[in-house]
Protein backbone atom coordinates (compact mmCIF):
# COMPACT_ATOMS: atom_id res chain seq x y z
CA UNK A 1 0.00 0.00 0.00
CA UNK A 2 1.02 3.38 -1.07
CA UNK A 3 2.13 5.77 1.85
CA UNK A 4 4.38 8.16 3.48
CA UNK A 5 6.79 7.80 5.81
CA UNK A 6 8.24 10.29 9.37
CA UNK A 7 11.20 9.25 10.77
CA UNK A 8 12.18 9.71 13.95
CA UNK A 9 8.89 9.21 15.21
CA UNK A 10 10.01 11.11 18.34
CA UNK A 11 13.29 13.12 19.27
CA UNK A 12 14.84 14.81 22.13
CA UNK A 13 17.51 16.48 21.26
CA UNK A 14 20.07 19.08 23.18
CA UNK A 15 19.48 22.70 22.10
CA UNK A 16 22.33 23.73 19.28
CA UNK A 17 22.41 20.59 17.48
CA UNK A 18 21.51 20.33 14.14
CA UNK A 19 18.52 17.60 13.49
CA UNK A 20 17.02 16.68 10.02
CA UNK A 21 13.20 15.06 9.93
CA UNK A 22 13.00 12.66 7.35
CA UNK A 23 9.69 12.54 5.20
CA UNK A 24 9.81 9.71 1.87
CA UNK A 25 6.61 8.56 0.16
CA UNK A 26 5.92 6.26 -2.13
CA UNK A 27 2.98 7.21 -4.13
CA UNK A 28 4.88 9.40 -6.66
CA UNK A 29 2.84 12.58 -5.17
CA UNK A 30 4.80 15.80 -7.17
CA UNK A 31 3.19 17.87 -4.30
CA UNK A 32 4.61 18.02 -0.14
CA UNK A 33 4.00 19.80 2.67
CA UNK A 34 5.22 20.17 6.50
CA UNK A 35 2.93 21.32 8.82
CA UNK A 36 4.10 22.53 12.69
CA UNK A 37 1.50 21.90 15.25
CA UNK A 38 1.39 22.53 19.10
CA UNK A 39 -0.60 20.42 21.47
CA UNK A 40 -4.21 20.73 20.82
CA UNK A 41 -3.12 23.79 18.60
CA UNK A 42 -4.18 23.98 14.90
CA UNK A 43 -1.77 22.80 12.38
CA UNK A 44 0.51 25.51 10.53
CA UNK A 45 1.70 25.31 6.44
CA UNK A 46 5.03 25.90 7.32
CA UNK A 47 6.96 24.47 3.90
CA UNK A 48 5.48 23.18 1.11
CA UNK A 49 6.39 21.90 -2.52
CA UNK A 50 5.38 21.14 -6.09
CA UNK A 51 7.74 19.32 -7.21
CA UNK A 52 12.02 18.74 -7.57
CA UNK A 53 13.93 21.91 -6.96
CA UNK A 54 10.83 23.43 -5.59
CA UNK A 55 10.15 24.63 -2.21
CA UNK A 56 7.93 27.75 -0.89
CA UNK A 57 7.91 29.12 2.36
CA UNK A 58 4.38 28.56 4.06
CA UNK A 59 2.18 30.79 5.58
CA UNK A 60 3.89 30.43 9.46
CA UNK A 61 7.29 31.82 9.08
CA UNK A 62 9.79 28.96 10.43
CA UNK A 63 13.68 28.50 10.77
CA UNK A 64 13.88 25.80 9.37
CA UNK A 65 14.69 24.95 6.05
CA UNK A 66 13.68 22.28 3.35
CA UNK A 67 15.06 20.49 0.34
CA UNK A 68 13.73 18.34 -2.57
CA UNK A 69 16.32 16.98 -4.73
CA UNK A 70 14.18 13.79 -5.29
CA UNK A 71 10.22 13.13 -6.14
CA UNK A 72 10.16 11.00 -2.87
CA UNK A 73 11.43 12.69 -0.20
CA UNK A 74 11.49 16.31 1.41
CA UNK A 75 13.27 15.97 4.81
CA UNK A 76 13.19 19.23 7.07
CA UNK A 77 16.56 20.59 8.83
CA UNK A 78 17.06 22.71 12.19
CA UNK A 79 20.43 24.36 11.93
CA UNK A 80 20.43 24.91 16.02
CA UNK A 81 17.45 23.61 17.66
CA UNK A 82 15.87 25.88 20.32
CA UNK A 83 13.57 25.13 22.85
CA UNK A 84 11.04 26.99 20.97
CA UNK A 85 11.22 24.56 17.70
CA UNK A 86 9.45 21.88 20.23
CA UNK A 87 6.59 21.37 18.86
CA UNK A 88 4.90 18.05 16.17
CA UNK A 89 6.10 18.54 12.72
CA UNK A 90 3.44 16.48 9.99
CA UNK A 91 4.72 15.83 6.64
CA UNK A 92 1.98 15.59 3.59
CA UNK A 93 2.04 14.39 -0.06
CA UNK A 94 -0.86 15.05 -2.75
CA UNK A 95 -1.83 14.90 -6.07
CA UNK A 96 -2.03 18.28 -8.09
CA UNK A 97 -5.08 20.54 -8.13
CA UNK A 98 -7.27 22.26 -5.37
CA UNK A 99 -9.25 18.75 -5.47
CA UNK A 100 -5.97 16.50 -4.07
CA UNK A 101 -6.40 14.79 -1.16
CA UNK A 102 -3.50 14.91 0.99
CA UNK A 103 -1.51 11.89 2.83
CA UNK A 104 -0.16 12.38 5.63
CA UNK A 105 2.57 11.19 8.04
CA UNK A 106 2.22 9.82 12.19
CA UNK A 107 4.35 12.85 12.39
CA UNK A 108 7.29 13.60 14.25
CA UNK A 109 7.28 14.38 17.64
CA UNK A 110 10.25 17.18 18.65
CA UNK A 111 11.53 18.25 21.95
CA UNK A 112 14.60 20.29 22.38
CA UNK A 113 15.80 20.65 25.93
CA UNK B 1 -7.79 32.88 2.53
CA UNK B 2 -11.19 31.17 2.76
CA UNK B 3 -11.91 30.99 5.91
CA UNK B 4 -14.33 28.50 7.35
CA UNK B 5 -16.59 28.66 10.27
CA UNK B 6 -17.24 25.36 12.50
CA UNK B 7 -18.44 24.86 15.96
CA UNK B 8 -15.93 24.10 18.74
CA UNK B 9 -16.95 21.08 19.74
CA UNK B 10 -20.08 18.47 19.50
CA UNK B 11 -21.28 15.48 21.19
CA UNK B 12 -22.86 12.63 19.93
CA UNK B 13 -23.99 9.42 21.27
CA UNK B 14 -22.70 6.24 20.12
CA UNK B 15 -24.44 4.25 17.13
CA UNK B 16 -26.43 7.51 16.13
CA UNK B 17 -25.47 9.39 13.02
CA UNK B 18 -23.34 12.89 13.59
CA UNK B 19 -23.93 15.89 11.59
CA UNK B 20 -21.39 18.74 11.46
CA UNK B 21 -21.53 21.76 10.08
CA UNK B 22 -19.22 23.99 8.14
CA UNK B 23 -19.88 28.11 6.93
CA UNK B 24 -17.70 28.81 3.81
CA UNK B 25 -19.61 32.41 2.59
CA UNK B 26 -16.55 33.28 0.89
CA UNK B 27 -16.09 29.99 -0.99
CA UNK B 28 -15.40 30.66 -4.84
CA UNK B 29 -16.44 28.46 -7.45
CA UNK B 30 -13.29 26.41 -8.10
CA UNK B 31 -13.01 25.46 -4.79
CA UNK B 32 -13.32 22.22 -3.42
CA UNK B 33 -14.45 21.20 0.24
CA UNK B 34 -12.61 19.09 1.65
CA UNK B 35 -13.24 17.48 5.47
CA UNK B 36 -9.99 15.74 7.27
CA UNK B 37 -9.87 14.67 10.76
CA UNK B 38 -7.24 14.18 13.57
CA UNK B 39 -7.53 11.47 15.91
CA UNK B 40 -5.26 12.11 19.23
CA UNK B 41 -1.69 11.66 19.07
CA UNK B 42 -2.09 10.56 15.21
CA UNK B 43 -1.53 12.73 11.48
CA UNK B 44 -4.78 14.11 9.95
CA UNK B 45 -6.65 11.72 7.88
CA UNK B 46 -8.39 12.23 4.40
CA UNK B 47 -12.68 11.66 5.04
CA UNK B 48 -13.87 13.20 1.90
CA UNK B 49 -14.47 16.27 -0.28
CA UNK B 50 -16.62 17.55 -3.18
CA UNK B 51 -17.18 20.36 -5.56
CA UNK B 52 -21.00 20.89 -6.09
CA UNK B 53 -22.66 17.63 -5.26
CA UNK B 54 -23.02 15.54 -2.84
CA UNK B 55 -20.64 12.66 -2.24
CA UNK B 56 -20.72 9.39 -0.62
CA UNK B 57 -17.55 7.05 0.63
CA UNK B 58 -17.61 4.44 3.49
CA UNK B 59 -16.90 6.86 5.80
CA UNK B 60 -19.00 9.26 5.62
CA UNK B 61 -21.25 11.57 3.44
CA UNK B 62 -20.88 15.58 2.39
CA UNK B 63 -24.11 17.26 1.89
CA UNK B 64 -23.33 19.97 0.21
CA UNK B 65 -25.73 23.24 0.05
CA UNK B 66 -26.96 24.36 -3.08
CA UNK B 67 -25.49 27.80 -2.97
CA UNK B 68 -22.09 25.94 -1.48
CA UNK B 69 -21.88 28.76 0.90
CA UNK B 70 -22.33 25.83 3.67
CA UNK B 71 -21.74 22.01 4.02
CA UNK B 72 -22.48 19.14 6.55
CA UNK B 73 -20.30 16.59 7.33
CA UNK B 74 -22.58 13.36 8.47
CA UNK B 75 -21.26 10.29 10.13
CA UNK B 76 -24.06 7.97 9.39
CA UNK B 77 -23.63 5.36 13.02
CA UNK B 78 -21.14 7.04 15.45
CA UNK B 79 -18.39 5.14 17.05
CA UNK B 80 -15.92 5.40 19.71
CA UNK B 81 -12.96 5.34 17.42
CA UNK B 82 -14.79 8.18 15.36
CA UNK B 83 -13.96 10.95 18.47
CA UNK B 84 -11.52 13.29 17.10
CA UNK B 85 -10.84 16.80 15.63
CA UNK B 86 -13.04 17.36 12.97
CA UNK B 87 -11.34 19.94 10.04
CA UNK B 88 -13.58 21.77 7.34
CA UNK B 89 -11.11 23.41 4.62
CA UNK B 90 -11.09 24.89 1.04
CA UNK B 91 -8.79 23.66 -1.78
CA UNK B 92 -8.45 26.44 -3.29
CA UNK B 93 -6.93 26.53 -6.91
CA UNK B 94 -5.56 29.97 -6.66
CA UNK B 95 -3.32 28.72 -3.42
CA UNK B 96 -2.02 25.47 -5.93
CA UNK B 97 -4.19 22.98 -3.89
CA UNK B 98 -2.80 24.29 -0.72
CA UNK B 99 -4.85 23.03 2.60
CA UNK B 100 -4.77 25.74 5.26
CA UNK B 101 -6.41 24.14 8.64
CA UNK B 102 -8.66 26.01 11.20
CA UNK B 103 -9.61 25.17 14.54
CA UNK B 104 -11.79 22.28 13.95
CA UNK B 105 -14.86 20.69 15.91
CA UNK B 106 -13.66 18.70 18.14
CA UNK B 107 -16.27 15.63 18.11
CA UNK B 108 -16.71 13.39 21.39
CA UNK B 109 -18.57 10.27 21.22
CA UNK B 110 -20.61 8.85 24.21
CA UNK B 111 -21.14 5.21 24.77
Known amino acids: EADIYQTPRYLVIGTGKKITLECSQTMGHDKMYWYQQDPGMELHLIHY???????EKGDLSSESTVSRIRTEHFPLTLESARPSHTSQYLCASSLPGPGGSYTFGSGTRLTVV | DAKTTQPNSMESNEEEPVHLPCNHSTISGTDYIHWYRQLPSQGPEYVIH???SNVNNRMASLAIAEDRKSSTLILHRATLRDAAVYYCILGRGGQGGKLIFGQGTELSVKP
Open chain 1, 49 to 55: SYGVNST
Open chain 2, 50 to 52: GLT
